[in-house]
């Protein structure tokens, strides 16, 4: 069982928009950045999104991320296959002083 | 450009320990801009922050892992390397190498290995 907490899956047409929340604590998102992961199927994972909102170079402005209290948000607009993926949310957890995880979620472009 | 690529046996007995190497190209494990770091991935399920180590050989471990894990750092080399001990099936994975930056946030895995499978297996 993760420390944070993310549906399992997600779906939505191509050129929609969808959000996947990150449920948290105050020992962790209440206290930490969020960064967000992007995985497809036998690849590592690719970071989406650092400091709740922040893209690295190349990452589409489709992406966004937000955080408000004990929660997270990975926002992706114009949805396309491509995207088709599993997202993780991952943050410090101060008190375990370990990074921790969320379950990952399947999102499927229907 | 900046490439990780993890090695070792991709089977370990129960109660032995798995071992793994992280080779850093292009860039240099003694650099005080990042942290190196582990995480798995059990196969189907989500991922496992397992600890880093810093150029200065610090060190943190996930406190689930702690009494088995040790991560180490060879500059001569320039690689980082995972033990860990008294394996068991729930152990089996794919183990990712990654690099963090030294910055004000964690968890922003800049950069990261292909990952490797390790099966523990009698």
């Known amino acids: 069982q993760s420390v944070l907490t993310q549906p399992p899956s997600v779906s939505a047409a191509p050129g929609q928009k969808v959000t996947i929340s990150c449920s948290g604590s105050?020992?962790?998102?209440?206290?930490?950045?969020v960064s967000w992961y992007q995985q497809f199927p036998g690849t590592a994972p690719k970071l989406l999104i650092y400091?709740?909102?922040k893209r690295p170079s190349g990452i589409p402005d489709r992406f966004s991320g937000s955080k408000s209290g004990t929660s997270g948000t990975l926002g992706i607009t114009g949805l396309q296959t491509g995207d088709e993926a599993d997202y993780y949310c991952?943050?410090?957890?101060?008190?375990?002083?370990?990074?921790?995880f969320g379950g990952g979620t399947k999102l499927t472009v229907l | 450009q900046v490439q990780l690529q993890e090695s070792g046996p991709g089977l370990v007995k129960p109660s032995e320990t798995l071992s793994l190497t992280c080779t850093v190209s292009?860039?240099?494990?003694?650099?005080?801009?990042?942290?190196w770091n582990w995480i798995r991935q059990p196969p189907g399920k989500g991922l496992e922050w397992i600890g880093y180590?810093?150029?200065?050989?610090?060190?943190n471990y996930n406190p689930s892992l702690k009494s088995r894990v040790t991560i180490s750092v060879d500059t001569s080399k320039n690689h980082f390397s995972l033990n860990l001990s008294s394996v068991t099936a729930a152990d089996t994975a794919v183990y990712y190498c990654?690099?963090?930056?030294?910055?004000?946030?964690?968890?922003?895995?800049?950069?990261w290995g292909q990952g490797t499978l390790v099966t523990v297996s009698s």
């Open positions: 990654a690099r963090e930056p030294n910055s004000s946030s964690w968890l922003d895995f800049d950069c």
């Open positions: 292009g860039g240099s494990v003694t650099s005080g801009r990042f942290y």
């Open positions: 180590i810093y150029y200065d050989g610090t060190t």
């Open positions: 105050s020992s962790n998102i209440g206290k930490n950045y």
């Open positions: 400091e709740n909102n």
């Open positions: 991952g943050t410090w957890d101060s008190s375990l002083n370990a990074g921790v």
